[in-house]
């Protein structure tokens, strides 16, 4: 259920239709839920195409229900389209991002321009999957699309998105894939369907693909990841994009990517936010996310000066260092703007490693080992904030600094507004062929606490191409540059910089099978610095939208994350556990909830013992027909191998209609 900081507006007249069907040129009926002005097939009008397969029957029916009205109330046709195999459409879903997928979302483009009530002009929108497959389809240049509005969204499948990061496997690699599986493996909605919704549903799950194995085949950037990285041809996208994203959240390098290497019409908004659209997103402040979406919309659909080409190419809002904790309502700090980027305000400033120090000179010669630490990463929150669980942002790092190579910068004369993305080189020597490395940037406060500015980490088989990893020799030293993701951050004066390194960083990314020592014998920070912001350098219309969803919610939500330690055998879990309460829509009497349960587990100085078990248990029900499955997800690993299973069960009332196993296991490569 989605909680709403907008203020309701007045809509003009609007008509919904739940299903209105598009078929496509192999006869698959897609179904898509559709808000436009009711004299819009008098004057025609621009089309709004949001393409998912999150269900919006249900899943994303809340906030879809905020912003599509919104924008159609101001002359837009909006389509909230299920994809194939998904939510009420018919067909089979294969993949996230697939061949197929691009090919129905440019079938249904065509479509939709071709419709009476269409003016020709598309333009697409979306979050997180609708926003990666926006900028995908962008780069494939079908005539009719003219604007994307990208939210919490990646350029690189393989180096910025929920699977890898810096060529080490994220724990949400996995987490995803449990997560996945579940969404999809609910049924139709027979309102919407028929009477064939139990076939459809039977067929989905007896064709369910094994996404936690086909993701984990992939460890290096091949083919697979390539396609649909639109990083791979900058130049492919002439559609006017808006990139929008949140610090708190996984896909936060997006913006600054965008706005740089695009050569089409391109601005970008970073602000506070987590893994939502940011007239919902916490922490605050948020913003009239759908006002500026409408500036962009009749920028470039119905060619009226909104003003926006005269919009900053680059706005973020530069936080304050505040006392660290795992959920914020409000991250204090201000908006500042770049006319454009990379901003040439902004200074490349060198800082050397010493021995455990961080000076503006090089130091003395030194040697300093990052020792095996399998508990280190407790505090580092999940990838992508986003609701589903408590305790997702990064908590107070003392207790994963004590576990890594820590250096401390002297105290801070004045304010420093970090900005960009800073780059770590090390010269570095590992006592194993495969090693990775984790760099956290932290802010040490006057309180004591140690909070986390940003971070990054590398694969070091990895150092030179991720397509073609190199085996480290064992003692040899290397020297590896990489970048820290991308943050606006102003330093205190009386603040200290620390640089903390470590060779695992765990659930964040999972281990290599056998404990690594490193030794470090030169370093470098490189931060990009911008001259200091005295106050707010743009200002945005506070949140609206339609009304929202009418919903009727039985019981409270409710989740805990706790970090257990076996002193005897050494094992370190952390549990997590999250309900979302059995909510009514009160316009289509559906039932919905889930749980889920997490639980992470390590030894102390094994990394190949690291394990995951997932359940998700989901419910969707009307009346006397109900509806539930249950997918219980395991990972685990040893020195040479991963293993994965699945088990996917479905009910209708008390009786079980389905239950698949999958198994498999993938070499480490």
Excluded at 599 to 619: E, G, K
Aim: hydrophobic share 40%.
């Amino acid at each position: 259920m989605i909680s709403s900081t907008c203020n309701p507006v007045s809509l003009a007249a609007v008509v919904e239709d739940p299903d209105m069907g598009i078929v496509l040129p192999d006869g698959t009926r897609l179904s898509a839920r559709v808000w436009m002005p009711q004299d819009a097939t008098e004057r025609r009008v621009p089309a709004i195409l949001e393409f998912l397969p999150y269900r919006k029957r249900d899943g994303t029916a809340a906030r879809d229900q905020i912003n599509h009205p919104y924008f159609a109330s101001h002359g837009y046709a909006c389509l909230r389209v299920d994809m194939r195999g998904c939510g009420d459409s018919e067909g089979l879903f294969d993949d996230e991002y697939s061949p197929q997928e691009l090919r129905d979302a440019l079938d249904t483009i065509a479509w939709i321009a071709d419709q009476d009530w269409c003016s020709g002009q598309v333009g697409m929108m979306g979050i997180s999957w609708g926003g990666f497959n926006s900028l995908q389809v962008a780069a494939l240049r079908p005539e009719p699309l003219k604007a994307v509005v990208t939210v919490c969204s990646s350029v690189d499948r393989y180096a910025d998105d929920i699977h890898y990061k810096g060529g080490c496997m994220l724990g949400e690699n996995i987490g995803w894939a449990a997560t996945a599986t579940s969404w999809f493996s609910m049924p139709p909605d027979p309102e919407i369907v028929g009477d064939g919704w139990k076939e459809s549903w039977i067929a989905r799950l007896e064709n369910t693909p094994f996404l936690a194995r086909n993701w984990l085949t992939h460890q290096h950037r091949d083919a697979y990841w390539r396609h649909g990285s639109i990083c791979e041809d900058y130049p492919a996208i002439d559609a006017a994009v808006l990139s929008v994203g949140g610090w708190h959240d996984g896909y936060r390098n997006t913006i600054s990517h965008l706005v740089r290497n695009l050569s089409s019409p391109v601005k970008g908004i970073v602000g506070p936010w987590n893994h939502k659209y940011p007239h919902l997103a916490v922490p605050g402040p948020q913003i009239g996310f759908l006002q500026e979406a409408l500036r962009w919309w009749d920028r470039w659909l119905k060619n009226i000066d909104t003003g926006v080409d005269n919009d900053p190419a680059y706005t973020a809002w530069l936080m304050d260092s505040v006392h660290p904790e795992t959920s914020f309502a409000y991250r204090p700090g201000r908006w500042i703007t770049e006319a454009e980027w990379p901003s040439l305000r902004i200074e490349a400033r060198t800082m050397y490693l010493g021995s455990g120090t961080i000076g503006d000179a090089p130091p003395r010669a030194f040697r300093l080992h990052v020792h095996p630490a399998t508990a280190c990463g407790m505090t580092q929150g999940e990838y992508f904030p986003f609701g589903f669980g408590p305790g997702e942002l990064p908590d107070d790092q003392r207790a994963d600094d004590a576990l890594s190579l820590c250096f401390d910068s002297a105290e801070a004369t004045e304010a420093t507004d970090i900005v960009g993305a800073p780059r770590i080189r090390l010269k570095i020597a590992c006592d194993r062929p495969r090693a990775q490395i984790a760099v956290r940037l932290c802010d040490l406060r006057p309180d004591g606490t140690s909070a986390l500015i940003t971070m990054g980490c590398l694969n070091l088989r990895h150092r030179a191409n991720r397509e073609h990893p190199q085996d480290l020799v064992p003692g040899e030293e290397v020297e590896i540059d990489f970048a820290l993701d991308e943050i606006a951050y102003r330093l205190p004066e009386g603040h200290r910089l620390r640089v903390a390194v470590s060779t695992s960083l765990w659930p964040f990314i999972w281990p290599e099978a056998e404990p690594v020592t490193a030794t470090l014998s030169a370093g470098e920070l490189v931060l990009p610095v911008r001259p200091t912001a005295d106050a707010d350098e743009r200002a945005f219309p506070e949140p609206a939208g339609a009304p929202a969803l009418p919903v009727e919610v039985v019981g409270v939500a409710e989740g805990a994350k706790r970090v257990e330690t076996d002193m005897t055998t050494g094992e370190t879990r952390i549990v997590i556990s999250g309900t979302v309460p059995r909510t009514r829509d009160l316009t289509t009497d559906l039932v919905t909830g889930s749980q889920i349960q997490e639980i992470w587990s390590i030894r102390r100085n094994d990394p190949a013992s690291a394990q995951v078990n997932i359940v998700w248990d989901r419910t969707m029900g009307r009346g006397d027909w109900e509806t539930r499955t249950v997918v219980t997800t395991r990972m685990w690993a040893d020195i040479q191998n991963f293993y994965v299973t699945q088990r996917l069960e479905a009910f209708e009332g008390e009786r079980m209609v389905f239950h698949r196993d999958y198994q498999d296991s993938v070499p480490r490569v």
